[in-house]
């Protein structure tokens, strides 16, 4: 298996632009995980998911964040629009739940 | 609601040293993983503990796993340079959802 797939791997946008993150989790977890890691708060969950379902999304910042997950292979993390503050690298994980999470190799975004 | 805190934040160690980084959480937590982080890279993980006693050894290093004082160690034997990089803590309960985080510690092994 490829592991955790995220795209892109770095991001540069202008405030106020769409941004979308994408994660294809390793097949067969039926968890994924959306994180956030900046200096000053360290690795933030954001959102988790289960069988595609979002179970908890308090860690979702403000109205601007949405996640969705279609189906079992894909998600995606939206910020519209963007604010400097966003600005992080970000995490997608997946794991069954009863082992490790296994993470993806983020996506770093800069927002100008 | 589960929060968890590593100490240190920062250590710097020479080679050849032993040390323990520890890790604490403020509720029930089901299971305890830890994880290395080099700069710029991704999360590995490198152990998870299921239940109370639970020690595990790899290398240089052993986490281990007290859930009624809810404490997790890592100890680090006989440090070497390949060692450097942050290391995670992260507690979950309801069978691996809600994966938390605790803050980093940046490990620096120096000959």
């Known amino acids: 298996d490829a592991g955790v797939i995220q795209s892109p791997r770095h991001e540069v946008t202008e405030m106020g632009q769409e941004v979308t993150l994408r994660c294809k989790p390793i097949?067969?977890?039926?968890?994924l995980f959306w994180y956030r890691q900046t200096m000053m708060r360290g690795l933030e969950l954001l959102i988790y998911?289960?069988?595609?379902?979002?179970?908890?999304d308090s860690g979702m910042p403000e109205d601007r964040f949405s996640a969705k997950m279609p189906n079992a292979s894909f998600s995606t993390l939206k910020i519209q629009p963007s604010e400097p503050r966003d600005s992080a690298v970000y995490f997608c994980?997946?794991?069954?739940?009863?082992?490790?999470?296994?993470f993806g190799q983020g996506t770093r975004l800069t927002v100008v | 609601e589960l929060k968890v805190e590593q100490n240190p934040l920062f250590l710097s160690m020479q080679e050849g040293k032993n040390y323990t980084i520890y890790c604490n959480y403020s509720t029930t937590s089901d299971r305890l993983y830890w994880y290395r982080q080099d700069p710029g890279k991704s999360l590995e993980s490198l152990f998870v503990l299921l239940s109370n006693g639970a020690v595990k050894q790899e290398g240089r290093l052993m986490a281990s796993l007290d859930t009624k004082a809810r404490l997790s160690t890592l100890h680090i034997t006989a440090a070497v340079h390949d060692l450097s990089a942050t290391y995670f803590c992260?507690?979950?309960?309801?069978?691996?959802?809600?994966?938390?985080f605790g803050q980093g510690t940046e490990l620096s092994v120096k000959p």
């Open positions: 994980a997946s794991s069954t739940g009863t082992l490790r999470a296994f």
């Open positions: 998911f289960n069988n595609n379902v979002p179970i908890d």
């Open positions: 992260a507690a979950s309960y309801n069978q691996g959802g809600k994966l938390i």
């Open positions: 097949s067969g977890h039926d968890y």
